[in-house]
């Protein structure tokens, strides 16, 4: 009986640098588009808390016939008989997508109270990922 040599399997060099150079193509190609996905993610974020913290303030005026002088008067008994509280479901105010907190004013300056973040900068007005977002447009 004649022994077979099996010739070892693997792959050559230039094979795995054409594999690599495909993966650059495709991460330099389809990065960018993740990146820019990302940021208006974290954009409709602050929109959709922005709406929770404005309802929020919303019951809070029906109980207390007031808007909150802050937004931790959504979370802490300010005294009053009809406070129903917290009006947030966890018990804190949450930051902006950026780690900022949301601004708020009340009286407002677009209505009976303004809440906005400034976006990713954290500075009034800029475009895109630095846009600020409000619940007043």
């Known amino acids: 009986m004649r ?11 230039i094979e795995l640098l054409v594999v690599l150079a495909i993966l650059a193509l495709l991460a330099g190609v389809v990065g960018p588009q993740v990146f820019k996905a990302l940021g208006g993610a974290q954009s409709r974020t602050a929109k959709v808390q922005i709406e929770d913290l404005s309802a929020a ?4 005026y029906l ?3 007031k808007h909150p002088s802050s937004l931790e008067g959504l979370i802490s008994d300010p005294g009053g008989a009809n406070w129903n509280g917290p009006y947030l479901s966890k018990n804190k105010v949450p930051l902006d997508p950026w780690g900022n907190a949301y601004q708020y004013k009340s009286p407002g300056d677009h209505g009976a109270f303004d809440i906005y973040s400034l976006g990713s900068d954290n500075a009034a007005g800029g475009s895109g990922d630095a846009a600020d977002v409000n619940n007043w447009e």
């Open 63 to 65: 109980d207390m016939g």
């Open 57 to 60: 303030v919303e019951m809070y």
């Open 3 to 13: 022994s077979k040599r099996n010739p070892q399997k693997g792959f050559t060099l």
